[in-house]
T-cell receptor, first 112, second 110 residues
């Protein structure tokens, strides 16, 4: 009965590879997010979807592409991985863009 | 000026102490405010919302000061289990997303 789930939990890959992270929420929320938390622990928003529509697209490299097949899912695809992409990526969801968010357990990405 | 600013700490307090954190925000039109807690290697979890009139949940009290544009979190009778990073969250100027502060690290010692 996990509210927000992400797969995989850990991802170790080499530079130049392409990888995807999946996120699903069963809370019936309309809004979903992707955050990046780097080694300095600062949580930075990357993307947000509301009712499957992209509403926030922060300044991230276009190697990162989100996809929302439906309101319950928001996936993140990363092309040509770089060392600096190593971080923990959190998915979150909320009822609306201004209400409290619930986070998934995170995906720890390590690029070697 | 950053949209949301917090003192990074660390705050090291003994068990039973009272500790308070402040968080300032830049957008005077912000409407939603929250405190989250993040344990080491875990996801952020909602601790409490912050209401205009202030609110309390057990040992935790949150307050909003719109005139000075800050929110506060007071923890009374600190427990070892309160050790974590506390993140303040404010909705951004266009109301479409929340902005997280960098977090304040708290360590409660025996």
């Amino acid at each position: 009965d996990t509210a927000v789930s992400q797969t995989p939990k850990y991802l170790v890959t080499q530079m130049g590879n392409d990888k995807s992270i999946k996120c699903e929420q069963n809370l019936g929320h309309d809004t979903m997010y992707w955050y990046k938390q780097d080694s300095k622990k600062f949580l930075k928003i990357m993307f947000s979807y509301n009712n499957k529509e992209l509403i926030i697209n922060e300044t991230v490299p276009n190697r990162f592409s989100p996809k929302s097949p439906d309101k319950a899912h928001l996936n993140l695809h990363i092309n040509s991985l770089e060392l600096g992409d190593s971080a923990v990526y959190f998915c979150a969801s909320s009822q609306s863009p201004s209400s409290e968010q619930y986070f998934g357990p995170g995906t720890r990405l390590t690029v070697t | 000026r950053k949209e949301v600013e917090q003192d990074p700490g660390p705050f090291n307090v003994p068990e039973g102490a009272t500790v308070a954190f402040n968080c300032t925000y830049s957008n005077s039109a912000s409407q939603s405010f929250f405190w989250y807690r993040q344990d080491c290697r875990k996801e952020p979890k909602l601790l409490m919302s912050v209401y205009s009139s202030g609110n309390e949940d057990g040992r935790f009290t949150a307050q909003l000061n719109r005139a000075s544009q800050y929110i506060s979190l007071l923890i009374r009778d600190s427990k070892l289990s309160d050790s974590a990073t506390y993140l303040c969250v404010v909705n951004s100027r266009n109301n479409n997303d929340m902005r997280f502060g960098a977090g304040t690290r708290l360590t409660v010692k025996p």
